[in-house]
């Protein structure tokens, strides 16, 4: 081969390369099978190396600028330089992405001659079109090298010019995520309460969908009766955006104003015409204290008195913390009590803990009457959440007057035409007075009055001696006659005394026998 021949054939592969450049930009985009990576396209960063011709049977070519750090595909060809004519031999396509990111539609063509025919190739070419060769590798990798092995046969002599190509597709792709916030709402409440407690409301608003939603707001409508710890019937909450995903916590504290069950529905909105609503329920109770006292109404001083005080939770809620409280009049000491309790000089207390609706409670105390008067007895009771209950009862406190009337003779016994003295004693042994007490002595008919003396005068009669009324004797005291006879005649005589009272409905009669003798 001569220089000028050599110089024509380096013309010829320039210009078949400036013809693939062209092609490769102007080549329509093949169908795209698999979907394009998300990733940008970034060149390499290998220096400048423009299309290399070292031998007349070895090719590179950067496509589509010519130089390797802007171009996005290097496609390589080697075969041998010399050939028999009907003889196989192999050539070689390399095509190599030397970019960051994935290309799509990769096909490379190889232009045939006339008088080279392929026999085969690994893989296999797609499509033969005319003169045309063509191998869809659809998808490359970032920096990923695809071999295409091609066995051909020579069906002339001379030089055979065969070229290859490459196109691709690269797009300028943006993501737009497709996404549905949806709203959940749940409500919980105490399940029970006393109407007295503070109930706690728990909303919680939750976004189960794929994406944010915003300007997130929960409105809480409260049913009559059921208000919020600072007085509100409805409360809104701005909650915000929220995430997919993301669940707001909104706590409130309620109250009620009365006994029932209450149910209330809160609901939350959002942009873009989302709604949620959930319904939690209540049941307020209260318990109601009902107590009851009885007890004698009438007592002698000295003497017992037992109470019987009854506690009963009449409501439909548990009485908590019960307490019950007896307090104790003057003019009585305290004995017992059943169960015990705590006396503290003045009052008994008993800790009844809980008292659950319905239940009663039952406890006696016992204590001394000390002084005549009426006594008025009180008792009250409380527990959490219940209104204060009292009750009392009355015991009129009597004294009564116990006379005890002795008679003795002093001397016994007597020689008649003696003298006798018998002395007349009358105590009150009572809590009272005994009052206008008259003392009336019989004599026999061996006896003869001489005189009297003592409390009140006496008066002698033919047979009978009698004293003026004494008008009180306090309890404790003691009054003294003496009345002295003669003795008439020897025998068994009797001196009979008579005591009236105005306490007493019957006389208290005593006799002494004294013996007469000559």
Known sequence: ???????????????????????????????????????????????????????????????????????????EKHGPLEVNLGAPFEYVITATNLTSGHLNGVVVSDHLPEGLEIVSSDPAATSMTGDMANWNLDHMTPGQVRTIRVMAKATKTGSLRHCAEVVYNQRACIFTDVVEPALMLAKRMTPEVLTCDTIEAVITVTNNGTGTARNVVVRDSLPAGMMSADGQSEMTMNVGDLAAGESREIRSMLRVSAPGEY??????????????????????????????????????????????????????????????????????????????????????????????????????????????????????????????????????????????????????????????????????????????????????????????????TGTGTAGQVTFATLPRLAPGDVAEWLVTIKALDEGDVRFKVTMRSDKRSRPVQETEATNFYK
């Open 1 to 75: 081969m001569n220089k000028n021949t050599n110089t024509a054939m380096r013309l010829c592969a320039l210009l078949l390369v400036g013809l693939m450049v062209l092609s490769g930009c102007a080549s329509q985009q093949r169908k795209q099978k698999k979907p394009a990576d998300n990733k940008p396209m970034v060149k390499t960063e290998a220096p400048v190396e423009p299309m290399v011709d070292s031998t007349r049977n070895h090719r590179t070519l950067f496509v589509p600028t010519g130089e390797r750090a802007t171009s996005a595909v290097m496609i």
């Open 263 to 456: 149910e209330n529905t809160a609901m939350a909105t959002a942009d873009g015409g989302l709604e949620a609503q959930a319904s939690a329920s209540t049941v307020a109770r209260r318990p109601m204290l009902e107590i009851g006292k009885t007890g004698p109404e009438l007592v002698y001083r000295d003497k017992m008195i037992t109470y019987e005080i009854s506690l009963r939770n009449t409501g439909d809620g548990d009485a908590r913390d019960c307490q019950l409280i007896d307090m104790l009049p003057g003019g009585v000491t305290y004995q017992s009590s059943t169960p015990a309790g705590a006396f503290d000089g003045s009052n008994i207390v008993w800790n009844l803990g809980t008292l659950a609706a319905g239940d009663e409670r039952t406890v006696r105390v016992t204590v001394r009457a000390d002084e005549i008067r009426k006594l008025t007895n009180r008792a009250k009771a409380m527990a959490y959440c219940a209104d204060e209950v009292n009750a009392s009862w009355e015991t009129d406190v009597q004294g009564i007057p116990a006379i005890l009337l002795e008679v003795v003779d002093i001397e016994d016994p007597i020689p008649v035409g003696s003298n006798v003295t018998y002395r007349i004693r009358v105590t009150n042994q009572g809590s009272a007075d005994g009052s206008d007490i008259e003392v009336l002595c019989d004599l026999e008919e061996q006896m003869e009055y001489v005189s009297s003396s003592g409390a009140t």
